[in-house]
């Protein structure tokens, strides 16, 4: 079994910033990519940002420049830096692990609970 669990988020004012952390646990042979993703009101769930094992990033462009993602591949651990937030990024904010239990194996998508991302004008 993999658990993934995030923490942070909350309510702030538009400009202001927010840190999200997520770690996986369990059993966990290797992860390739972890990262974030939202689900605003009445919206499909859409990628913020990932990072792979090896170091490459990827960003909507919607948060390009504003939100930066790291990852500390020895703690299975990942973080999501948000600055100069605006209204449309109220979501659920969901971490997204993918995982290979054992080698050899096919990786497997996991999920943890989300966290609310509430920003006022």
């Not at 004012?13 to 990519?33: H, T």
């Not at 299975?76 to 659920?92: G, R």
């Amino acid at each position: 079994q993999v658990q993934v669990v995030e923490s942070g988020g909350g309510l702030v004012q538009a400009g202001g910033s927010l840190r999200l952390s997520c770690a996986a646990s369990g059993s966990i042979f290797s992860i390739s990519v972890m990262g974030w993703y939202r689900q605003a009101p009445g919206k499909q769930r859409e990628l913020v940002a990932t990072a792979t094992s090896g170091g490459t990033t990827n960003y909507a462009d919607s948060v390009k420049g504003r939100f930066t993602i790291s990852r500390d591949n020895a703690k299975n651990t990942v973080v999501l830096q948000m600055n100069s937030l605006k209204p449309e990024d109220t979501a659920v904010y969901y971490c997204n692990a993918v995982v290979k239990t054992r080698w050899g194996t096919l990786p497997n998508s996991y999920w943890g609970q989300g966290t609310q991302v509430s920003v006022s004008s």
